[in-house]
């Protein structure tokens, strides 16, 4: 069975299968960190299979336009997020802790991972290379929505509150504000700038009877590391 041609064709394969994943994985993370520092204009590839410890063949191989990378650097960072917005939401707290805990989540993971904050960069720049990034936005107002709603069905929420618009608007307000803190501390304070963000919504959206949760789920958003 050893010397079975098969056998062996199929473990090359598999071997060259594994190569292959793990060069596309050195090229991405490397990408990454250049995208994060650099900007998508500022970004050559020389330099990203430099840092990748790959030849130019090989990224080109895998990504033959810069464009075709800043859109996998995009997907893996979405990628990466949803993965543990499904953690957070396994644990099986209320919808609107989990609201609160996914966005704590993905703070950490904006202060941690280069592949993060290159991600959202890339987003903003999208214009430089002509790709549609919209789904992440989509998906997680989507997500939010669905989340709000079982929020509402707890009590949590205010029943007559548009669960879509709010949605869109923690979207949009965590990005706005993570935005501003990596252009002001370099996002040395975005947790807290976040905090503040959630101080100040809650009140206005949670139901009259629940009024009392508000110190408490912002302390679970800023809890240490």
């Given at each position: ?152 069905d707890d009590g949590d ?48 959206v949670m139901a009259a ?17």
């Amino acid at each position: 069975m050893e010397h079975d041609p098969s056998i062996r064709i199929r473990r090359h394969l598999m071997v060259q299968q594994e190569r292959a994943r793990s060069t596309r994985t050195a090229i991405i993370g490397a990408a990454a960190r250049i995208f994060e520092e650099q900007g998508y204009g500022g970004t050559a590839l020389a330099a990203v299979a430099t840092g990748a410890g790959v030849t130019k063949g090989a990224l080109y191989f895998h990504f033959p336009a810069k464009e075709d990378l800043a859109v996998a650097v995009i997907e893996e960072q979405h990628a990466m997020a949803s993965a543990e917005g499904v953690r957070v939401q396994a644990l099986g707290r209320p919808a609107l802790e989990t609201i609160v805990l996914v966005c704590r989540a993905f703070t950490l993971q904006l202060i941690e991972h280069p592949l993060m904050r290159a991600g959202i960069r890339l987003t903003f720049e999208a214009s430089a290379f002509g790709q549609d990034v919209r789904q992440p936005y989509l998906d997680w107002s989507t997500r939010f929505a669905e989340l709000a709603r079982a929020a509402q069905d707890d009590g949590d929420l205010r029943r007559d509150l548009d669960a879509e618009g709010f949605a869109r608007l923690v979207v949009g307000s965590y990005t706005g504000v993570q935005m501003v803190s990596g252009i002001l501390t370099n996002r040395q304070d975005v947790l807290e700038r976040l905090g503040d963000l959630w101080r100040m919504l809650l009140p206005g959206v949670m139901a009259a009877d629940r009024q009392e949760q508000v110190p408490h789920l912002v302390e679970l958003f800023l809890r240490p590391q």
